[in-house]
């Protein structure tokens, strides 16, 4: 069987700039693979609009909050004193709720917990730290929780912090997340030999890391990616939007789409 040619990053990039969609994140992506006319409603007829506060708002917010302390906290080094003062500070910066201050305080201490950890890894491993570090680069877009590099430059640490448990399900979602990071890493830094990617799941109070990525993985992450990019931007050329039933369905607000709830038309 011959082997399959990896589309071109620069042939998608143009595409995708002559649809007028901007740069690929992982999240974009998903989005069409999960529902095709949602994306179209998002992106291109503007007819959709982000859920309000009766859909998903509250867990958003605290995510944010709480993502925003862990990077705070590495930021300027941690102590106890330091982390409550950082933690009070941004819940009020952040108008956190009752209902949502009661939820981030659940995950206070595990929130410490995963900074310490990183903190420690940091100093361990001498790594030159990044914290949401957005990288763009052929038409691709990345931001990512925490990047550290070691000063030859030669290996780095990727990880993405999560504010829910772990489930088999989600982790291979994240695994996938961070397949595209990988990618984006790997571009942006030519002198890394060597990548290791995890999240950081702070209801569990823990780092989960990946296996080793080599460099040499980067041909088979350039086609995997290239591969659904390219299928993704063949599919909006041809103006082809199908409705796939989803999450989603319970707050878009897409009038046209059979798929929707009655009661949301």
Not at 3 to 14: K, N
Not at 68 to 77: H, N, Q, S, Y
Not at 99 to 125: G, M, S, V
Not at 185 to 211: I, R, T, W
């Amino acid at each position: 069987m011959p082997p399959t040619s990896t589309p071109s990053l620069q042939a998608i990039q143009t595409a995708s700039t002559d649809l007028n969609l901007g740069p690929w994140s992982y999240s974009k992506l998903k989005l069409f693979e999960n529902c095709p006319r949602l994306f179209q409603a998002k992106y291109l007829t503007r007819k959709y609009k982000e859920p309000g506060v009766q859909f998903d708002s509250i867990p958003s917010k605290v995510g944010t909050f709480i993502h925003t302390v862990i990077a705070d906290c590495l930021e300027k080094g941690v102590d106890k004193y330091h982390f409550n003062a950082v933690w009070i500070d941004l819940s009020n910066a952040h108008r956190l709720l009752s209902e949502e201050r009661d939820i981030a305080h659940t995950l206070k201490y595990n929130t410490q917990a995963i900074i310490l950890k990183l903190e420690a890894a940091t100093n361990r491993y001498q790594l030159n730290l990044f914290l949401e570090k957005k990288i763009c680069i052929s038409g691709l877009l990345a931001y990512i929780d925490f990047l550290g590099i070691t000063s030859r430059s030669k290996s780095a640490i990727v990880l993405d912090h999560k504010t829910h448990k772990s489930t088999p399900e989600r982790l291979s979602l994240v695994q996938d997340q961070l397949s595209f990071y990988a990618l984006c890493v790997f571009m942006q830094y030519p002198s890394l030999h060597f990548l290791q990617v995890g999240c950081g799941f702070v209801p569990d109070e823990k780092v989960a890391l990946e296996n080793i990525t080599p460099r040499t993985d980067l041909p088979d992450l350039l086609q995997a990616w290239g591969t659904r990019l390219n299928a993704a931007v063949t599919q909006i050329q041809e103006g082809t939007f199908p409705a796939k039933k989803g999450p989603a369905c319970a707050w878009c607000k897409d009038s046209s789409c059979a798929l929707l709830p009655k009661k949301n038309r």
